[in-house]
């Protein structure tokens, strides 16, 4: 009984860690923008140079590097432009403000829009 | 009111127009940028011919280097090489050529019809030595100064601007 249940933790641990490395390579692939492509990531992406990153994905993952890092080795490389969800910079402030600012803006908008109608409407 | 609406048009549409002028003039594609001025690291590479690995550690000693990725099935490195090995006759540069994805007999058959102007000559089989330089294809070019430091690169054949640009740099 002992046995079965050592061997069953075993296969479960083993198989978790194996869709746990799948999951996070997924995960990678679809945070990366093909550069050579037309707006795909690198997981949809059949380029030659998507392959080549694949493989790059897949030995960092295999030595242990986390997810950030990959992040990081590869935005050295070739910018922030690969990342579809790049760090908060000083250069990217308005990339990451200006919908919450247009959102808000909006939201004066409308509601100075709907005071003036119930105004007009008494 | 009628004046407020055509203001709050206006102002979309030269938001859209603004966004739209933006997108179209992003240069992001094959920038550079990123890598200019950067300390190049240390990579290990394949030996072309003989067997075993050198780093490039080893080859940044007080002489500029131009890696030039290249291969044989690639038109365009056949249309900059004549240009490789104008470069090649500078004393000041070590140019060290990193055969991409190729086979070997069509490289060494490429080399010897025109000219070998490497002084190491590397291979990268699978081009995932090459993700360490940045590379998005082929031909493309770095050249690094004394200091290890990447002082330009070149995505596309290298042209006669560009080689009069490396030897001023190189010559300085």
Not at chain 1, 29 to 36: D, E, G, M, P
Request: charged share 25%; proline share 3%; hydrophobic share 40%.
């Amino acid at each position: 009984m002992k046995k079965i249940f050592l061997i069953s933790t075993f296969f479960f641990v083993l198989v978790n860690s194996v869709y746990a490395e799948v999951d996070l390579r997924d995960k990678i692939l679809k945070n990366l923008r093909c550069l050579v492509c037309q707006g795909q990531t690198m997981s949809d992406s059949n380029s030659d140079f998507a392959q080549t990153i694949k493989s790059v994905v897949d030995d960092k993952i295999g030595h242990g590097f986390k997810e950030d890092e990959i992040y990081k080795f590869l935005s050295d490389k070739y910018g922030d432009w690969i990342l579809f969800n790049p760090p908060l910079k000083k250069e990217n402030y308005l990339l990451w403000f200006l919908p919450y600012f247009l959102f808000i803006i909006g939201g004066i908008v409308i509601y100075y829009l709907s005071k003036k109608t119930q105004i007009k409407r008494k | 009111m009628k004046k407020n609406k055509l203001i709050i048009i206006y102002a979309v549409l030269i938001f859209i127009f603004l966004i739209l002028y933006l997108s179209l003039d992003n240069k992001k594609i094959y920038n550079t940028e990123d890598l200019v001025g950067k300390k190049m690291n240390e990579v290990d590479l394949l030996y072309f011919e003989s067997e075993g690995t050198f780093n490039t550690r080893e080859i940044f000693k007080n002489k500029f280097v131009l890696f030039n990725f290249w291969a044989s099935w690639c038109a365009p490195c056949r249309k900059e090489h004549k240009n490789l090995i104008r470069l090649s006759k500078n004393k000041n540069l070590e140019i060290i050529g990193v055969n991409f994805k190729d086979s070997p007999q069509s490289a060494k058959k490429f080399l010897e019809e025109l000219g070998n102007p490497f002084s190491i000559l590397a291979k990268d089989p699978d081009g995932k030595q090459s993700i360490n330089f940045g590379i998005y294809g082929i031909p493309e070019t770095i050249l690094i100064d004394k200091d290890s430091n990447i002082v330009k690169k070149y995505v596309g054949p290298l042209n006669l601007k560009d080689v009069n640009e490396i030897r001023s740099i190189v010559e300085k």
